[in-house]
């Protein structure tokens, strides 16, 4: 079982042109099963394609060495995407606008969200991930073009990694069981 990464990608820009990004990332009505699609959901396939000649089924020890393990979905994924799942849990009432929020799987996309900076060069992604190990493996990101603008990259389970999950997870200390230790200079979990 993966640990779940919450990602929080931001478009700013022209609003034609960010209609435009929303558009061409969209999650297509004839892909999804149950999952949401439409304005507001990302489908990492829009961005850098899976080939038709990667093995889709099933993935077992046979299958990687009758197809060569980065002629399977896994690998691929992890190789061209950063993580081994497309964007997942996308109904999430925090999207709205120029915001989209969705999960991955262990890692973050940066790799993704830059070659998006380069197809739209004209608009700013501030692209933020966490993960639900809270002030682990998490960072913030703004691209344009081919250039990272900004990086900021905490320090694990520093005060300033805690308030960076604070502002992706839109939520206060309490909310995921955390408060303010004076000692430390740094959050804990607490007791409640």
């Known amino acids: 079982m993966p640990n779940h990464i919450t990602n929080r ?9 960010i209609n435009e990004v929303l558009e061409f990332i969209k999650i297509d009505k004839s892909q999804c099963g149950d999952e949401i699609e439409g304005i507001g959901t990302i489908d990492f396939n829009k961005i850098t394609p899976m080939p038709k000649w990667v093995h889709r089924g099933n993935l077992t020890k046979e299958d990687e060495l009758k197809y060569g ?5 896994y690998e691929w994924c992890c190789n061209n995407w950063g993580t081994k799942w497309n964007a997942y849990d996308q109904k999430d009432i925090r999207t709205k606008d120029n915001v989209i929020y969705f999960k991955t799987a262990w890692n973050n996309v940066l790799v993704l969200m830059q070659k998006l900076a380069r197809i ?9 991930y966490c993960s639900e ?5 998490l960072g913030k990101y703004v691209l344009k073009d081919t250039e990272i603008i900004n990086s900021y990259l905490p320090q694990e389970r520093s005060k300033e990694a805690f308030e960076l999950v604070f502002d992706i997870e839109c939520c206060k200390p309490e909310d995921i069981y955390l408060e303010f230790d004076t000692e430390s200079g740094t959050y804990i979990y607490n007791e409640y």
Request: glycine residues 8%; aromatic residues 22%.
């Open 9 to 17: 990608l931001k478009i700013n820009g022209d609003q034609k042109e």
């Open 69 to 73: 393990a980065e002629y399977c979905w």
């Open 120 to 128: 739209f060069p004209n608009i700013e992604f501030e692209y933020s």
């Open 133 to 137: 190990d809270y002030g682990c493996n």
